[in-house]
């Protein structure tokens, strides 16, 4: 837990908004998208960029 929290300090303002909206309050990509004021498109993209981070830093990343 402790790695992930690290791990979520690293991401930007909005990245990490982001991830807690869906992942830790489970709002619908829709209602976290007009939280943030963006499309839901738009929103899938910047948590499965930002999920990604996490995930490398984890070291459970996508490995070459």
């Known amino acids: 837990l ?4 690290k791990a979520l300090t690293t991401l930007s ?3 990490r908004m982001i991830v807690l909206l ?3 309050e489970e709002y619908s990509y829709d209602e976290a998208a007009q939280i943030m004021g963006i499309t839901k498109p738009a929103l899938c993209a910047k948590l499965l960029r930002a999920r990604g981070k ?10 070459p």
């Open 13 to 15: 303002e909005k990245e």
């Open 22 to 24: 869906v992942d830790h």
């Open 54 to 63: 996490i995930l490398d830093l984890l070291g459970e990343g996508p490995q």
């Open 2 to 5: 402790l790695d992930v929290q």
